[in-house]
């Protein structure tokens, strides 16, 4: 148990990162929606992405700055149980010592009960997230094999330095993929014999390619099973394929090799051939998603017309919002770590706490 502990203390971690993360991302979403950056969806999606590569770093960041803060201001606490420990010996807080040792060492004693089984409701709670992690596991590695299964059994129509094109009778609607060593573009067969649609799906994919949107989707995915539960997870996950296909759409227009109102008209006919594809959409970036389709489509129209036509004044934006990303995720992170070994203020909450327990017995005498 002792070794699993440490592996808990980082999930809950990591929950409240992500937790807070959505929070920033909420007030970043809103302050661009102020601005002439509302409709500018393949700059909203670099933040997004700049956010979401915080948090993968958020444990790096915040031995960062705890050891930034040990070499700048020595002793000086940067966990809010230690500030919390602090505020209480300057006398800050008013609480019985007791009362206080027991709500600071209450997510401690919570971790001891769930991996000692010593509380029936966490231990239920656990048993359904391990059920639904499983699902999430096998439903993945099902989408996996599915998929798989679809590129061996395409044609090599063309090849580039890092990508395959593969022609299928399987599917009915592109999708981008990558193995382990290359990525593929599957394209139905049938856009063979249409040469305008052929092009704009090539230009869709490839741009996703580009993008590195395969493997943010897969990274996202490969975390569902241990995050699904938690609901800024799930929303921050939603806003990332959202934008992921606006952004998509907008960086192919706004680079002026496709016009706008015949790829509108291409999303249209492809609307049209959508058809059920069972846990396909786990590992590829379609061109269309089945279940939203027609919510999907009507945004990714007009976000086609309402795309920016310049690139250069968003790179300093995205700049300075991963900065900011950087110090608030860095800062909460090195806010919900807990604790190693026993601080100088720890040691005095120990001795008040048990002084405070030794008159109570003398009191009882």
Aim: charged share 20%; net charge positive; glycine share 6%.
């Amino acid at each position: 148990m002792t070794a699993v502990k440490p592996v808990l203390d980082v999930y809950l971690e990591l929950n409240l990162i992500i937790v807070l993360s959505l929070l920033v991302w909420l007030g970043v979403r809103f302050a661009m929606k102020l601005t002439s950056l509302r409709f500018a969806y393949f700059a909203q999606l670099r933040v997004l992405k700049a956010l979401l590569l915080c948090i993968v770093l958020s444990p790096i960041l915040a031995i960062g700055l705890s050891e930034m803060f040990e070499f700048a201001l020595p002793g000086r606490p940067v966990a809010l149980g230690d500030i919390a420990v602090a505020a209480f010996l300057r006398g800050d807080i008013a609480l019985p010592a007791t009362q206080f040792e027991s709500l600071l060492n209450a997510r401690e004693r919570w971790a001891e009960n769930v991996l000692n089984g010593g509380s029936l409701s966490a231990t239920l709670v656990l048993a359904m997230l391990a059920v639904g992690a499983t699902g999430l596991v096998l439903r993945v590695a099902y989408a996996a094999i599915r998929v798989r299964e679809t590129v061996n059994s395409s044609f090599l129509w063309r090849r580039s330095a890092k990508v395959d094109i593969r022609l299928s009778d399987r599917i009915s609607v592109p999708f981008a993929v990558r193995g382990l060593w290359r990525r593929h573009v599957v394209l139905p067969t049938y856009l063979l014999d249409k040469p305008e649609e052929l092009r704009f799906a090539i230009a869709h994919e490839f741009q996703h390619v580009r993008a590195g949107d395969v493997e943010w989707q897969l990274m996202l995915e490969l975390l569902r099973p241990l995050l699904f539960w938690n609901p800024a997870y799930i929303a921050l996950k939603y806003d990332f394929e959202r934008l992921r296909e606006l952004g998509c759409d907008q960086s192919i227009v706004s680079r002026r090799r496709l016009n706008a109102s015949d790829y509108a008209n291409c999303l249209l006919n492809y609307c049209g051939r959508i058809v059920s594809r069972d846990g396909a959409h786990v590992l590829n970036v379609a061109l269309v998603s089945g279940g939203r389709a027609k919510r999907v489509l009507r945004q990714r129209v007009l976000a086609l017309s309402d795309a920016p036509r310049r690139y250069r004044p968003f790179n300093a934006m995205v700049c300075g919002c991963a900065l900011v990303f950087v110090g608030v995720l860095a800062f909460g992170s090195a806010s919900v770590r807990q604790a190693d070994g026993w601080s100088h203020d720890r040691l005095m909450l120990s001795t008040v706490v048990n002084l405070e327990r030794l008159a109570e017995r003398n009191q009882g005498n």
